[in-house]
């Protein structure tokens, strides 16, 4: 197993290629001459600036919004995002990885740009999520793939990987649970809802959903606040305050109970399967603390492992470790 905490790759990697994230337009080439030609991969495509491109999907009659970069014919990297946010988590990640490599990132239902269906019609379950992005990832043709898996992603990607062990060809986790040993304090109200599913243990939960909560999210733990970007928590909260949108993530907060039954057969496809794996955690989350990164080390002996100083949301804070991490992890493993 490697191991490391906040361990500065030797890979050098053109820092405008970190961040130049809103506007969808990144360079990711090494070359340190502005002025030199676009490189070329081995498939022929041209990767000095990838386009970001918006789009959507209707699986089983609910748009679903992803945004997708990179060549076609590129390995496939999955990213699937976390709670509160949506695939806005990875706009600067995305051009950083699709100069080489196929990258998709879907909204699931409720967050970003998908569809909000009512829960009279349709069930806010990660079952549900599992499925439809199962779903798009068919009408895209893809059936194998690297996933980045983050909070809600990690149980959304639990569920693909169970179900089409064969698909996985790697995985990158960042401060998303497979271990018991994860939950802790801030989970214990979560977990008294889970307990009596009561409408008092509900109400007491919708503090989770308020403009406090969505900033502490961004700002508790990171080592520079200067580094995080208002306009994070201001369009989560926006999103959230959609009528109805509370009352989703209540459902939601039940339904990950239905996780933890999930996490021995995670654990034994991970022995199974021996994906190759990156840990790329903030190990000052208070969500997702450090606690939930260490036991992937007994499933996965040969798991790459990194502690960053950082919090919840680490690609908004340390983007500039990560990506040669994740760059050099994909290169020798993936691509």
């Given at each position: 197993m490697k191991s490391a905490e906040v361990t500065p790759p030797q890979t050098r990697i053109d820092r405008r290629c970190l961040v130049l994230g809103l506007s969808g337009i990144a360079v990711a080439t090494t070359s340190?001459?502005?002025?030199?030609?676009?490189?070329?991969?081995?498939?022929?495509?041209?990767?000095?600036?990838p386009v970001v491109y918006h789009?959507?999907?209707?699986?089983?009659?609910?748009?679903?919004?992803?945004?997708?970069?990179?060549?076609?014919?590129?390995?496939?990297?999955?990213?699937?995002?976390?709670?509160?946010?949506?695939?806005?988590?990875?706009?600067?990640?995305?051009?950083?990885?699709?100069?080489?490599?196929h990258v998709i990132a879907p909204d699931y239902p409720g967050y970003g740009q998908s569809d909000m269906p009512p829960r009279t019609s349709f069930k806010y379950t990660f079952d549900r999520f599992g499925e439809l992005v199962d779903g798009l990832l068919g009408q895209l043709g893809v059936t194998r793939y690297a996933m980045y898996v983050m909070d809600y992603g990690a149980p959304v990607g639990w569920r693909l990987a169970l179900k089409h062990p064969e698909r996985v060809s790697g995985l990158i986790v960042q401060n998303g649970n497979a271990y018991d040993e994860g939950l802790k304090e801030f989970w214990n109200p979560i977990k008294q809802y889970w307990a009596d599913g009561s409408d008092t243990s509900r109400q007491a939960l919708m503090k989770l959903v308020t403009l406090e909560t969505t900033k502490f999210q961004y700002t508790d733990g990171m080592s520079d606040v200067s580094r995080i970007s208002p306009d994070n928590w201001v369009q989560d909260q926006a999103l959230l305050d959609r009528p109805g949108n509370s009352d989703i993530q209540m459902d939601l907060f039940y339904d990950y109970r239905t996780n933890l039954p999930l996490y021995p057969a995670v654990q034994a496809y991970f022995r199974k399967h021996k994906p190759p794996t990156l840990i790329v955690w903030g190990k000052n989350d208070f969500i997702f603390p450090a606690d939930g990164a260490?036991?992937?080390?007994?499933?996965?002996?040969q798991v790459e492992f990194h502690l960053i100083n950082t919090g919840h949301?680490?690609?908004?804070?340390?983007?500039?470790?990560?990506?040669?991490?994740?760059?050099?992890?994909?290169?020798r493993k993936i691509a």
């Open positions: 340190p001459d502005a002025s030199a030609k676009p490189q070329r991969d081995g498939r022929g495509a041209t990767g000095s600036y789009r959507t999907k209707s699986v089983d009659g609910i748009k679903i919004f992803y945004r997708e970069a990179g060549p076609k014919d590129a390995p496939v990297v999955l990213l699937l995002h976390g709670f509160p946010t949506s695939s806005h988590m990875f706009r600067n990640l995305i051009p950083a990885l699709a100069d080489r490599y260490h036991p992937y080390k007994r499933d996965l002996p949301f680490a690609l908004e804070d340390r983007f500039d470790e990560m990506v040669p991490l994740i760059r050099d992890f994909l290169a």
